[in-house]
């Protein structure tokens, strides 16, 4: 890495196991299409084939299902850092074909048109509140009757995965390698690759088919937690009156988000 020698390089970051793997066949993708593939399209695919498998739908059946998909991705830096600098994919693939099968905004077609779901698709890109910008539409779409159910999810992966990153004071990344966002001595965080997904129904619908429900949800809103003097704006009375039971059926991976200000 060119910053090992740099007093402010800090030699961590959490990482994902196995992002070069895939069964591309699987999936209705040639080997060469898929090598092209950003990591993080790869592992949505297959966090949607978990949660439809697991919610008791067939992932080779045909038939069209009402079932809406709401993703979210960082921007590809295995496109950026890999395949823009290699001279043998430059030389197989246009610009225009790296470009597409990097592209964070056509995930959620992607896996529709590959698993037939028929419902709304969409790209969601909200910064760090992406992921549950995702789950509230996912909310919306099952409660005003647009789909059967619906799949929210998001990933992050970095690559290349095993290389740390330069520390600057003041800056959201932490100075020790270890992550501490909150409390008077927060320190910032690690840069770190994951991603979730969730499958949710309404609730009535998951206790009649006798889904294995992993949560509900019981009111929701996205955005902003407080103001600059601590008062609670309108998305937390919006999340209070949005109160609906959604059940989570399946997830595959798991997500946490928090969010806070330095």
């Keep these: 890495n060119i910053f090992d020698q740099s007093a402010s390089y800090v030699p961590y970051r959490s990482m994902l196991d196995d992002i070069q793997l895939f069964d591309a066949e699987a999936f209705g993708i040639d080997s060469e299409g898929a090598a092209i593939l950003d990591p993080q399209i790869r592992i949505l695919l297959e966090c ?5 498998a697991g919610a008791g739908w067939s992932v080779s059946e045909n038939t069209p299902r009402n079932i809406s998909v709401f993703t979210t991705a960082s921007l590809s830096s295995y496109l950026l850092n890999n395949l823009l600098n290699n001279a043998e994919a430059l030389s197989k693939h246009s610009h225009i074909e790296l470009l597409d099968r990097n592209d964070r905004n056509v995930i959620s077609s992607m896996i529709s048109k590959i698993f037939g779901l028929h419902g709304e698709s969409m790209s969601v890109q909200n910064g760090s509140t992406s992921f549950l910008q995702c789950v509230c539409l996912a909310c919306d779409s099952i409660i005003s ?3 059967n159910a619906a799949i929210a999810g998001g990933a992050s992966v970095c690559v290349p995965q095993k ?8 800056g959201p990344l932490s100075g020790t390698g270890k992550n501490n966002v909150f409390g008077n001595d927060c320190d910032g965080l690690i840069p770190a690759s994951g991603a979730g997904m969730f499958l949710l129904k309404r609730l009535d619908d998951a206790l009649a088919d006798n889904d294995n429900i992993l949560a509900v949800i019981k009111g929701y809103s996205c955005g902003y937690a407080a103001d600059r003097k601590g008062r609670k704006p309108g998305c937390c009375r919006a999340a209070l009156r949005n109160r609906a039971g959604r059940a989570v059926t399946k997830s595959a991976h798991s997500h946490k988000q928090a969010q806070k200000s330095r």
Excluded: F, K, N, T
């Design 48 to 52: 949607a084939w978990q949660c439809l």
């Design 163 to 170: 290389a740390g990153y330069v520390y600057h004071e003041g």
């Design 145 to 147: 009757g647009r789909c």
